[in-house]
């Protein structure tokens, strides 16, 4: 007897357990498997927001092998390796190609709950057509398997675009860059619109004077305009947005601890700047100020122009001194902040919609905690002239997983109009993250479909079905004015 009961434990032949990643995957009733195939799934991309290169785009780069394209530049599974006790050779250093693929293989099997296992496995399906499970079992045979569609001619960088539906892409960029490969890829033949936009966190970096006077230097060379004084900054600054705006640029991105938004005076910020073009390091108060008035002028710059403005807050960045020593930023080492948001954000939006030079703009929120208080920020500037003009982004970064893209999801229902959101973005450096857009879109039909058959919403399939697509695409082709 005991023998037979410890067989029906260990066994779940007998039970209705689903299979992994099969076409129902996250939709866990016949309303969210509607929703997602029949209104969502076949809606194209826009990626308004991501860290892909324009240039491997503009050269229709070829990848070698699937470590070139999945772990080169990959932090998020760098940081689960060294997690799982693999050396630094192989996440960033000089191991073969086929060896760091093999140590991601060996550490997938101990990723489950974490989002990287269904990113994982969703990518090898789509676009490699692979249903298998990645162990060290099967990593042999997915490497190669892998490596023979990379090498076909519809698996180039244009290619991996195209075969995911993808119409728009918005790169991040520095205001020093010549915007040469958007110019390339316009004059090409290639139809997926990418744009570039204007990341201007480099003007704001004045905690280290000596880079931050390299780049004024940059800036200077580019612009044509020598920088002596912050009006002069500012001079370069509106060259350069101008530039942008003239090669399609349409929106902005900051990436910030916090909004910095205290009272401060033209001759404040003129001493400031020039104690910083000295070389001499400023307190804590003069850069709070001088990223004031920076931030704000960017802003009136972007309203002028009729920009969306996004707003990436609450990382807390570089936390091992010794690792950004060895390798530099974006390796892996950052974490969610615990940054006091709300007054300062007040404070900044209000300034701007005072004058009514408040501009479309995008916050996103990197700490749970905070979702409530995003989503009612937003609620305190719109003014009628534009459906959603202020959105609370989608789950981002440590957030752009299921529970977090839930709590985004129920925090802008219950605070806002969740049918005037634009919807999911990859904020990647990978291309073959575009399945994220396949996993918000079925966890968004998830919510959907659950509330329906739960009679908390009517089952009218046809309304809701088209309030889907404008969050999957309609909203965003609107509100971009692509």
Request: charge should be negative.
């Amino acid at each position: 007897m005991k023998a037979v009961i410890e067989q029906k434990i260990t066994s779940n032949d007998h039970q209705d357990v689903k299979p992994f990643l099969d076409d129902s995957f996250i939709l866990e009733n016949q309303t969210a498997k509607i929703l997602y195939h029949e209104y969502a799934k076949a809606m194209p991309i826009i990626d308004y927001h991501c860290h892909i290169s324009p240039k491997d785009i503009a050269e229709n780069r070829r990848f070698n092998n699937i470590t070139e394209i999945w772990l080169e530049g990959d932090h998020y599974k760098w940081r689960a390796m060294r997690t799982n006790g693999v050396d630094e050779a192989f996440c960033t250093g000089d191991k073969t190609p086929e060896e760091k693929f093999n140590k991601w293989a060996e550490t997938v099997p101990y990723t489950l709950r974490n989002p990287l296992y269904h990113w994982t496995h969703l990518e090898l399906k789509q676009p490699f057509g692979i249903d298998k499970v990645l162990s060290p079992s099967t990593a042999s045979e997915i490497y190669k398997e892998c490596n023979a569609k990379l090498a076909q001619e519809h698996f180039t960088v244009q290619g991996l675009i195209k075969k995911a539906n993808v119409e728009i892409i918005c790169t991040t960029d520095d205001p020093i860059d010549d915007l040469r490969y958007h110019q390339q890829i316009k004059s090409s033949d290639f139809d997926v619109k990418v744009l570039p936009a204007w990341r201007p966190d480099n003007v704001m970096a004045v905690e280290h004077p000596k880079q931050y006077n390299a780049y004024i230097q940059q800036l200077s060379e580019v612009s044509g305009i020598e920088i002596n004084s912050y009006q002069s900054l500012l001079e370069a600054l509106q060259k350069r947005h101008d530039f942008f705006h003239e090669n399609g640029c349409c929106l902005s991105d900051h990436g910030l601890n916090y909004i910095s938004a205290s009272d401060y005076t033209k001759s404040e910020i003129e001493e400031i700047f020039s104690i910083i073009r000295k070389g001499n390091t400023l307190t804590p108060s003069q850069i709070e100020l001088f990223k004031s008035a920076m931030l704000y002028d960017l802003a009136i710059m972007d309203h002028a122009k009729g920009w969306v403005q996004q707003f990436h807050l609450g990382a807390l960045r570089n936390n091992s001194t010794r690792m950004m020593r060895e390798l530099g930023p974006d390796t892996g080492f950052d974490s969610i902040g615990d940054f006091s948001q709300a007054e300062s954000l007040s404070r900044f939006l209000n300034k701007l919609d005072d004058t009514n030079s408040l501009t479309k703009t995008i916050i996103y929120n990197l700490n749970p905690s905070d979702n409530e208080v995003f989503g009612t920020m937003i609620g305190n500037f719109q003014d009628g002239s534009v459906a959603g003009k202020l959105q609370y982004g989608s789950g981002w970064w440590f957030l752009d997983q299921k529970e977090g893209m839930e709590k985004q999801i129920n925090a802008l229902s219950n605070l806002g109009l969740l049918s005037r959101f634009i919807g999911m973005l990859t904020d990647s450096r990978s291309f073959l993250s575009y399945s994220r857009h396949e996993y918000f879109r079925r966890i968004l039909c998830n919510l959907f479909g659950k509330d329906i058959e739960a009679g908390l919403l009517p089952n009218d399939i046809k309304h809701v079905g088209k309030i889907i697509q404008d969050i999957c695409y309609n909203n965003a082709k609107s509100y971009f004015n692509f």
